[in-house]
């Protein structure tokens, strides 16, 4: 259930197919998928021109660069011609570096280094600093330079100076560390047990109400399920429940039909505006859990650059578009059962615009047990409970 790095990478999903088999750098993109042009990078996004169109991708989507078509042949070519000094060997190196070859790039300049110690270019390209005439580097100066690079290995470098700083008790280069690392690579352990005493004190900036009308259930949580990546690690899978609280009409249900959540009603958490729709798979029959790109989703982006995103969908549902304003309360689709979902649920959270998923707090919310209800003070809402929308 990676909906918000599908969210990171929509443009590019839409855009797979038409993009033009143009020569120059090929990314990889989470989820596999390949897109080809004239590529820029800045420490946030890249930037990719091709066929006289130019695409902003977030930086944490790409995994990979890869020289393509006729750039390939220029690094071969560049590199036969390059003449043996560390001069030439600096000037492939920054041609590299244009193209966002940072590893092969490396192996340039210390290769310079190697044949003059003090090539000044290639020393400050690797991290060095001439300190009383002697060129010096710390751990600190060779990671901050990795710390550019994609994927895992840019996720090592900034993990590496988050544990560096957090010996120092530096909390604030901590945090901006690991959320650098948990960028390029959400999935990575140690980030994750490193960030959350952080992400676990935040407060939201919006108050959010239960995404359904009726009773609904949290029938999973950041407590357990989603504690593998950044993106789910505070969300929350919800079903519609009958008076009993239970999720199906039957005890054995059948169907897709037989659960509450299929085809009801899906609501704004909050007022904000579209930020994307994704629409058009199918949903899956009872029991068979799809690919996770596979999911109809809607995505809001709210006041102080919070987002919230509604997943497994139902097709076809989706009234509203991207750019569009909704209120708190407003229907922006119906449930449904596609992508890795397995049975009629909704998959609910919220991100930061990193897509770091962060706790969030709920209103006017009533809980429901077998002893009676209890209206409950703002705050997050928990796994293995009943709730429904306070009526005023």
């Known amino acids: 259930m990676r909906f918000f790095r599908i969210i990171l990478t929509v443009a590019a999903v839409v855009l797979w197919g038409a993009c033009p088999d143009t020569s120059g750098v090929e990314l990889v993109l989470l989820g596999g998928m390949h897109m080809k042009g004239e590529a820029r990078a800045t420490v946030d996004t890249v930037t990719l021109k091709s066929g006289g169109t130019t695409w902003t991708i977030p930086r944490g989507s790409v995994t990979e660069a890869r020289l393509e078509g006729a750039e390939v042949t220029e690094y071969e070519s560049r590199k036969a011609k390059a003449p043996g000094t560390a001069e030439g060997l600096v000037d492939l190196a920054r041609w590299l570096d244009s193209k966002l070859q940072y590893p092969e790039a490396e192996k340039h300049y210390e290769a310079a280094v190697a044949l003059d110690p003090n090539c000044k270019a290639a020393r400050e390209a690797l991290g060095y600093k001439l300190v009383n005439d002697i060129w010096s580097r710390t751990d600190e100066d060779r990671w901050r330079v990795r710390a550019n690079w994609f994927g895992s290995e840019g996720c090592e470098a900034c993990l590496a100076l988050a544990k560096m700083y957090k010996a120092e008790n530096d909390d604030r280069r901590v945090e901006i560390f690991l959320r650098r690392a948990l960028i390029a690579d959400p999935e990575n352990k140690d980030a994750l047990a490193l960030m959350r005493p952080y992400t676990d004190q935040y407060v939201s900036k919006n108050k959010y109400r239960l995404p359904f009308e009726g009773m609904c259930a949290v029938i999973n949580s950041h407590a357990e399920h989603h504690r593998s990546a950044s993106f789910i690690q505070y969300g929350l899978d919800f079903q519609k429940v009958g008076n009993d609280g239970r999720p199906a009409r039957a005890n054995a249900p059948k169907g897709l039909d037989d659960?509450?959540?299929?085809?009801?009603?899906?609501?704004?958490?909050?007022?904000?505006?579209?930020?994307?729709?994704?629409?058009?798979?199918?949903?899956?029959?009872?029991?068979?859990?799809?690919?996770?790109?596979?999911?109809?989703?809607?995505?809001?982006?709210?006041?102080?650059?919070?987002?919230?995103?509604?997943?497994?969908?139902?097709?076809?549902?989706?009234?509203?578009?991207?750019?569009?304003?909704?209120?708190?309360?407003?229907?922006?689709?119906?449930?449904?059962?596609?992508?890795?979902?397995?049975?009629?649920?909704?998959?609910?959270?919220?991100?930061?615009?990193?897509?770091?998923?962060?706790?969030?707090?709920?209103?006017?919310?009533?809980?429901?047990?077998?002893?009676?209800?209890?209206?409950?003070?703002?705050?997050?809402?928990?796994?293995?409970?009943?709730?429904?929308?306070?009526?005023?």
């Open 259 to 392: 659960f509450y959540t299929w085809d009801c009603k899906i609501l704004a958490a909050a007022d904000g505006e579209v930020y994307a729709v994704t629409d058009g798979f199918d949903d899956l029959p009872l029991g068979v859990s799809g690919d996770f790109w596979n999911a109809n989703m809607v995505c809001i982006r709210h006041a102080g650059n919070e987002y919230t995103v509604y997943g497994h969908l139902k097709k076809g549902s989706i009234p509203v578009k991207k750019g569009q304003k909704v209120k708190a309360g407003d229907v922006i689709g119906r449930g449904g059962n596609s992508g890795s979902s397995g049975w009629p649920h909704m998959h609910w959270a919220m991100y930061d615009r990193d897509g770091i998923a962060l706790p969030a707090t709920f209103v006017d919310v009533v809980e429901v047990t077998p002893e009676g209800e209890k209206k409950l003070d703002p705050g997050p809402i928990r796994e293995r409970h009943v709730y429904k929308s306070a009526t005023k």
